[in-house]
């Protein structure tokens, strides 16, 4: 389906963690850490990019709506996410970089091929 999620590596929110305890100005503050939006295409495109050559091909073709819809009769978590179809889902990480002079973030090529081993 349609779907964007917004996605950060752990490695930069632990480093954001120890950032912000170290940064008076951002006491009491709520900081999103978010590297940037992915549609679900992309990431079985780059997971397979990764993996394929390893044997582990990943499935890059979309499932119809309809199909995702009928899951979610069954299946909470599927239910949740059929709102979200077509709405990219973007936040915005500019706060973190103000505030915290955190603009690198690493890159989510290289995240989801270290999630996947």
Do not use: Y
Request: overall charge neutral; some cysteine.
């Amino acid at each position: 389906p349609n779907l964007w999620f917004p996605m950060v590596d752990v490695r930069d929110v632990a480093r954001a963690h120890i950032t912000a305890l170290e940064t008076p100005s951002t006491i009491g503050e709520r900081i999103s850490c978010v590297s940037r939006s992915l549609h679900l295409n992309e990431m079985s495109r780059i997971l397979d990019q990764h993996f394929r050559p390893l044997g582990f091909p990943v499935l890059k073709r979309s499932l119809p709506k309809f199909v995702f819809k009928a899951v979610g009769f069954f299946d909470g978590e599927i239910r949740g996410l059929v709102p979200l179809i077509g709405e990219r889902q973007d936040i915005s990480n500019k706060k973190i970089g103000e505030k915290m002079d955190f603009h690198s973030f690493i890159d989510l090529s290289d995240s989801l091929h270290d999630m996947g081993h």
